[in-house]
């Protein structure tokens, strides 16, 4: 899903780029770097947010390399992808606020089609409902305290949903108001926040 979800975002951000003058090949080089940054730094992000998981007593150091169990911070994803994506850009002579411009709608694109991971490796729901939505976790995947929990919250869908918005949001700013060039990624970044709060 995470994968889906840097194809869709680098093309997205190629094709804006290419309308506003630029080579769309660039989002990919940058992407090439950026994207193992990203990666890194949500991971990064996570173990030091939740390292309990990863010290003893209750976990074990070497868990912080089993990425496959799931585990990513977005905040350390965005902070690592954008810091080595703008040197990228920079090193090729690239107006760095003008790419911050073309990414502010991708990235949460991919976020929205990234976080269907967590439906499938079973993470991210929140408490016990009734409601028709409710999603089934195998009692595995669930907390000892809700074992006896039909369906839990989906999370990852209220996210998912949330970052389609802020999509729209970007995409509506950008064409009803005239910032300065590069402001469109605080657009996204203030639209996702609010989101996650």
């Known amino acids: 899903c995470i994968a889906l979800g840097v194809w869709a975002a680098v093309t997205v951000a190629a094709r804006r780029y290419a309308r506003r003058g630029g080579d769309p090949s660039l989002i990919t080089t940058i992407a090439i770097w950026a994207v193992p940054a990203g990666i890194i730094g949500a991971r990064l992000y996570h173990v030091l947010t939740d390292y309990e998981l990863y010290v003893p007593p ?14 990513l911070g977005i905040w350390g994803g965005v902070a690592a992808g954008v810091l080595v994506g703008a040197r990228v850009a920079r090193r090729h002579g690239a107006n760095v606020p003008l790419l911050f411009d073309c990414v502010a709608p991708a990235l949460p694109l991919a976020q929205a089609i990234g976080r269907w991971g967590n439906y499938f490796n079973q993470e991210l729901f929140g408490k016990p409902t009734s409601l028709p939505w409710g999603l089934r976790i195998d009692l595995a995947h669930r907390p000892a305290v809700y074992a006896a929990a039909q369906a839990f919250h989906p999370i990852f869908l209220y996210e998912s949903l949330w970052d389609l918005c802020v999509v729209g949001i970007v995409l509506v700013v950008e064409r009803r108001f005239r910032l300065r060039t590069g402001s469109l990624f605080g657009v996204y970044a203030a639209a996702y926040t609010f989101g996650r709060f």
């Open 58 to 71: 209750g976990g074990h150091p070497l868990n912080a390399l089993k990425i496959w169990d799931g585990g």
